[in-house]
């Protein structure tokens, strides 16, 4: 079974903190991917990479940054949270050449 | 700009009824894909469209693709309480590059006894 596995389920940073969110994957995948899911909007691209060290932008990426140093493990990185970025936040995972996306289990991220 | 649009976003039925969740895409893509997400849960794989008249049935649910007509549909017979979840339907349409899916607001599905 394939698995993605996120750092913690649910999260409370402060205004202005640098937030770390980490994801990984057992399945060698080469794409992985960060959604953040609001209510009435459903789920929205951040960033995604098909290769380590390789990143692009998804469909919202303002305020956040990313970083895949190794295949499996893909960072998602809230410079300086704001309290509009408090979310679900998602992360999945994908052979290169397939669109079947696995997904982690979630962190609820809350910023006050 | 690739659209997902579902209907209906919200859907209350009771156990025993039958009904249809649509799901309507605005480019051209051969690929297909239902998710289910419980409750403060993450999304879960069900089915995986990949040809124009694809049908696969699970249990009380069966999906089908009709690419020409750009519209997926999720049947749900008999429903049960179990199924209570939202249901998302994802397509591809990215013109290949970087596999990734554009998904539909999801549709929240209740069951009443």
């Known amino acids: 079974d394939v698995k993605v596995t996120q750092s913690s389920r649910y999260l409370v940073k402060r205004t202005g903190e640098k937030v770390f969110l980490e994801c990984v994957q057992d399945m060698d995948h080469e794409n992985m991917f960060w959604y953040r899911q609001d209510p009435g909007l459903g789920l929205r691209l951040i960033y995604f990479?098909?290769?380590?060290?390789?990143?692009e932008k998804g469909d919202i990426p303002e305020g956040y940054s990313v970083s895949r140093e190794k295949k499996e493990r893909f960072s998602l990185i809230l410079e300086s949270a704001s309290t509009n970025q408090t979310s679900m936040y998602l992360c999945?995972?994908?052979?290169?050449?397939?669109?079947?996306?696995?997904f982690g289990p979630g962190t609820r991220l809350t910023v006050t | 700009e690739l659209k997902v649009e579902q209907n209906p976003l919200f859907l209350s039925m009771q156990e025993g009824k039958n009904y249809t969740i649509y799901c309507n895409y605005s480019t051209t893509s051969d690929r297909l894909y239902w998710y289910r997400q419980d409750p403060g849960k993450s999304l879960e794989s069900l089915f995986v469209?990949?040809?124009?008249?694809a049908v696969k049935q699970e249990g009380r649910l069966m999906a089908s693709l009709d690419t020409k007509a750009r519209l997926s549909t999720l049947h749900i017979t008999a429903a049960v309480h179990d199924l209570s979840a939202t249901y998302f339907c994802a397509v591809d349409g990215s013109g290949g590059s970087n596999y990734k899916l554009t998904f539909g607001k999801g549709t929240l599905l209740t069951v009443n006894p």
């Open positions: 999945a995972s994908s052979f290169l050449t397939d669109y079947e996306q696995y």
């Open positions: 469209l990949l040809s124009n008249g």
């Open positions: 990479s098909y290769d380590v060290k390789m990143k």
